[in-house]
């Protein structure tokens, strides 16, 4: 067990443009999350996956973001047209459907900053 | 809906003080509870679990209880440590498909 990947760390960037973040997460793990977290907050709901799809987006997500998890494996989540305030850590969760609430295991997120 | 609300921190306490951070939470259904911990520059990890009313979840010496008559899984710990110093986050499931976090509780232990 590796535990649930996020590439990369950190990420800086210029206003407008586009990028890219990957989660590589626990492999027997069919579920997966995206979150976004501010300075000085909780994590906020951001969509998640069950193997391919995508079966809950927050209002959070505007248009400029998607996310995509083609083989149910790894995810990206892309952001269009960055702005100032998509600044914040973007983390990734996995976790497995079982018959109770299973616990969501965090990667170590990556950091957005918009200049 | 569903919410989280957390004490507010941040929190010092020196070596060995008892720890109780509050944590009280609004649900449709009946959620499953947790407490994660994040480390500076790191992402969240687990720290224990309630999945359902009178249960109580423990680890590394921490402990919550699940109350559904005060709809509250406050955090104690009788002896903290300096390697305890983190952001606490409560967080709740109804369904499993999504996660609600409360704000975070910083804690700083001191020698």
């Known amino acids: 067990d590796t535990g649930v990947s996020q590439d990369p760390r950190h990420k800086i960037t210029k206003r407008g443009q586009n990028v890219t973040f990957r989660c590589d997460p626990i492999s027997e793990h069919n579920r997966l999350y995206w979150y976004r977290q501010t300075l000085g907050q909780g994590p906020e709901f951001l969509t998640y996956?069950?193997?391919?799809?995508?079966?809950?987006k927050s209002r959070l997500l505007s248009d400029r973001f998607s996310a995509e998890r083609p083989k149910g494996s790894f995810s990206t989540l892309e952001i269009q047209r960055t702005e100032q305030g998509d600044s914040a850590m973007y983390l990734c969760?996995?976790?497995?459907?079982?018959?109770?609430?299973?616990?969501?295991?965090f990667g170590d997120g990556t950091r957005l900053s918009i200049l | 809906g569903n919410s989280v609300t957390q004490m507010e921190g941040p929190v010092t306490l020196s070596e060995e003080a008892f720890l109780t951070i509050n944590c009280t939470y609004t649900a449709t259904g009946y959620p499953s509870l947790f407490w994660y911990v994040q480390y500076p520059g790191e992402g969240l990890q687990l720290l224990l679990k309630?999945?359902?009313?009178?249960d109580k979840g423990s680890n590394k010496g921490f402990e919550a209880t699940y109350r559904k008559e005060t709809t509250s899984f406050h955090l104690e710990k009788g002896s903290v440590q300096v390697s305890d110093s983190a952001v606490y986050f409560c967080a709740l499931s109804s369904t499993g498909n999504q996660f609600y976090f409360g704000t975070g509780t910083s804690l700083t232990v001191i020698p």
């Open positions: 996956f069950q193997n391919e799809a995508q079966l809950e």
């Open positions: 309630a999945t359902k009313a009178d």
């Open positions: 969760a996995s976790s497995y459907t079982g018959t109770s609430n299973q616990p969501q295991h």
